[in-house]
């Protein structure tokens, strides 16, 4: 008699890109999981967050960079504009990671938040370094917990989906 653990384990590695199209089950049951709701949550606080933080360095360039003690001139504009541009198409990222329910669509944009979230919480180390505000190191804190969240509620999503 086989271990129900190991045959378990064993469909799990043998999955493919091909076991999670949308005919294994309907989209809808899919976001109705709790781990998936999860994970949609934190695509939509990061979606309303990085629209937030777009729309501020878009009409204010100098604004943030100010909160930190950074003074900007109007000549450095154009880092505070290209910003904002990245800024919202993750926005954007997130808000289609909100909608779609293919697990693979899902750990694409969980991958690019936490890339993302990472690197600028490095480039937030750097600027403590130099001798940025210590609001600075708030905001390395708050990437890096939500680094943690993704990667955990991503975590919890593909658990439940594999036993569902």
Known sequence: M??????RLRKRLART???FAYTQ?????IL????????????????????AAAIVLALAPAAIPAAVGIEMGVEQSLLAYLLAAAELALAVLCLVGARTAGPASAVQVVWVLVVFHL???????????NG??????WNVLARVLIVAALLLCAKVAFAK???D
Do not use: I, Q
Not at 32 to 51: D, H, I, P, Q, T
Not at 119 to 129: D, K
Not at 132 to 137: A, R
């Open 2 to 7: 086989a271990d129900p653990r190991t045959d």
């Open 17 to 19: 890109d091909s076991d």
């Open 25 to 29: 089950r309907p989209p809808d049951e």
């Open 32 to 51: 109705k999981n709790s781990g998936w709701r999860g994970l949609r949550w934190l695509f939509l606080f990061n979606a309303v967050a990085m629209l």
């Open 119 to 129: 690197s600028s919480a490095l480039a937030g180390v750097a600027a403590l370094s």
């Open 132 to 137: 940025t505000g210590s609001l600075v190191l």
């Open 161 to 163: 989906s594999s036993t």
